[in-house]
């Protein structure tokens, strides 16, 4: 197995943190041929070039090291599918911070779409129990639940403009300030203001156009809340950027501020 590179190990913060992991990769690492066989069917990382592609390895093994993945319902979890749900949750913080994914443990994998059933509160404020099927749902201080059917289409055939993991690991960004709403804890040279006003905006001009019974550029299940708009907004940055760039060009340009590059790696698809 080649040696693993310590080259991005700035990514990582403190002194503690990066011996830490260093530490962490030579202890723990992924098998190079399991890495190469197994990322080069994912999709979504089409076009990452070495370095990049270095750095995932390295933050997948932190994240197998300290999240569990757990299968239900008699779903067995293999090596592979592990690397499949980390290795895309780990593409959001390609080039953000460890800290980004604290403050849960678990990711459960249901064999396919699953039951849930929460209270929902009418517009005269009446809860009621609401039975919904859902591909995926992530808990504010909870584990990540997915359906194993969903992540396989995703992983391993292009869907433009839909990634479960993605979609499910952004509200995890999201849910960092405390609270589901679409402002993740921004980077420091980055205006809450005019993210806040952009994204808005979008939002707002997506539910309109529903609301007149026009078509849209992207799925309408962005216009349910801010929380879900910020999460299918990245689906699409990663999945299909060219799409995002073109009719939403100011929430692009936030998405690449914040995630450090610019989907160009798949803008082809």
Known sequence: MPPISFKSASHFGTALQRWRMRRLL???PIAH?????ETQKIQVLNGLDAVQMAHLRELTTWFLAHKSITGVQGLTVTPAMQIAVAAQACLLILDLDLDYFDGWVEVILYPGAFHVNHPQTDAVGLVHQQDSVLSGESWLRGPVILSWDDVERDTYHHQSGHNVVLHEFAHKLDGRNGAANGMPPLRSNMHRGHWADTLNHAFEALRQHLAAGESTSISPYAATNPAEFF??????FFTAPNLLKNHYPDVYQQLALFYQHNGSHIASK
């Not at 041929?33 to 066989?37: D, K, R, V």
């Not at 999460?231 to 699409?236: K, N």
């Open 33 to 37: 041929a399991l890495w190469h066989n």
């Open 231 to 236: 999460a299918v907004v990245s689906e699409y």
């Open 26 to 28: 030579l202890r723990q």
